[in-house]
């Protein structure tokens, strides 16, 4: 049996030096290697052997097959580089290079890139960036923000309360889904005396649901109180951010509004990027600010001293600081700055309407 396992491994030797190809060296494998092959057959028929010539038959059969094993691995390797580089100058295809082009990994949403051009925009101008809860009491979402009870803003149609009973007499308030980032304008203030300049971006809920409202969306409203603020400092940073999202030409306007945690109250408005003569012939009036010359986007004013007292304590005295805020939606920003039409076409993940941005 020892002559013909030596005779097997020399045959198989010559076989895979001569053999041209990685098919002819798949058939020598299985020729010699596979379940029918007379060395498998030979290592079977080993345990029917004399038991004094049991281990050296064994030995020389693994060892020849070994041996077979690393020839097969080692031509192969040297016959698939010679395919592959003969293939390559033939002009075929290599298909463990990545696709050219290769595919996009993905791109950011609409709404992430407004928010962090907004961020940018209000940090080179001196903010920080502020985060705080989503889920909030109705102390920091509406009373230390001068809501008086009975304000429709915290009646069940237009808020999420979310905490049971239960949960909110434990707490000795009621607990809901922020329905503006404000409560994180207080909760500043809490943790930091003036001055204090913040941008708080973020998620906030709302019952209220169509083309251009969604349950769930994102506003961003900036913070800036010192001693010797004035209307004229909101109006100019109002300024810089529209002129670095709408374009360097923008002008701004403001019209008296009220919003119960500042006063005076305004809401403002840019100058429309889309015309350049405001109102036009009723055939040729633009889609965007409808022929005015001017389109809404937030709403401002001057902290009012109430919210001032909730964190006096913490070096907030009306007397002695003033400051203002601003907000406005994000998604109304994209909205305006890329002529999206309906708000719900950034939600749906429309790889032809995200893949334009980023």
Not at 109 to 137: C, H, K, Q
Not at 219 to 240: F, M, S
Not at 283 to 310: H, N, T, Y
Not at 330 to 349: N, P, S, T, V, Y
Request: with cysteine; aromatic share 6%.
């Amino acid at each position: 049996m020892l002559d013909e396992i030596q005779k097997i491994g020399s045959e198989a030797e010559q076989k895979i030096s001569a053999a041209k190809t990685t098919a002819e060296i798949e058939e020598i494998r299985v020729e010699y290697l596979g379940r029918r092959s007379q060395l498998t057959s030979l290592l079977r028929g080993i345990a029917e052997l004399p038991d004094a010539e049991k281990a050296a038959a064994g030995k020389a059969a693994n060892q020849v097959r070994a041996e077979i094993e690393s020839l097969l691995s080692e031509r192969e390797t040297a016959l698939a580089d010679g395919e592959m580089a003969e293939s390559i100058a033939g002009g075929g295809i290599d298909i463990s290079l990545p696709g050219a082009p290769a595919l996009p990994i993905g791109n950011l949403n609409l709404i992430t890139l407004t928010r962090r051009r907004i961020e940018d925009l209000m940090v080179g101008l001196g903010y920080r960036v502020a985060e705080g809860p989503e889920i909030e009491l109705d102390f920091y979402n509406f009373t230390a923000l001068n809501h008086p009870e009975g304000h429709p803003a915290r009646m069940v149609q237009d808020t999420f309360y979310v905490a049971p009973g239960s949960l909110a007499r434990a707490l000795d308030d009621e607990v809901l889904l922020r329905t503006h980032t404000s409560p994180v304008q207080v909760r500043a203030m809490e943790s930091q005396s003036p001055p204090l300049f913040i941008v708080v971006p973020g998620k906030v809920y709302r019952r209220d649901s169509d083309a251009t409202h969604s349950p769930m969306f994102h506003q961003v409203e900036g913070l800036a109180v010192a001693e010797g603020i004035t209307l004229a400092d909101l109006k100019g940073t109002l300024l810089e951010l529209l002129r670095g999202l709408f374009g360097p030409d923008r002008e701004i306007r403001m019209r008296p509004h009220f919003f119960p945690f500042t006063e005076p109250s305004v809401e403002f408005d840019v100058s429309c990027f889309a015309c350049s003569e405001g109102v036009t012939e009723e055939s040729q009036r633009c889609g965007l600010c409808k022929g005015i010359g001017w389109i809404e986007v937030g709403g401002a004013g001057m902290v009012d001293p109430e919210v001032f007292g909730f964190v006096e304590s913490n070096g907030y005295d009306p007397e002695r600081i003033q400051g203002f805020a601003f907000g406005m939606g994000i998604e109304r920003i994209a909205m305006l700055k890329h002529g999206i039409g309906d708000l719900r076409r950034i939600f749906e993940g429309d790889v032809r309407l995200i893949g334009q941005f980023g």
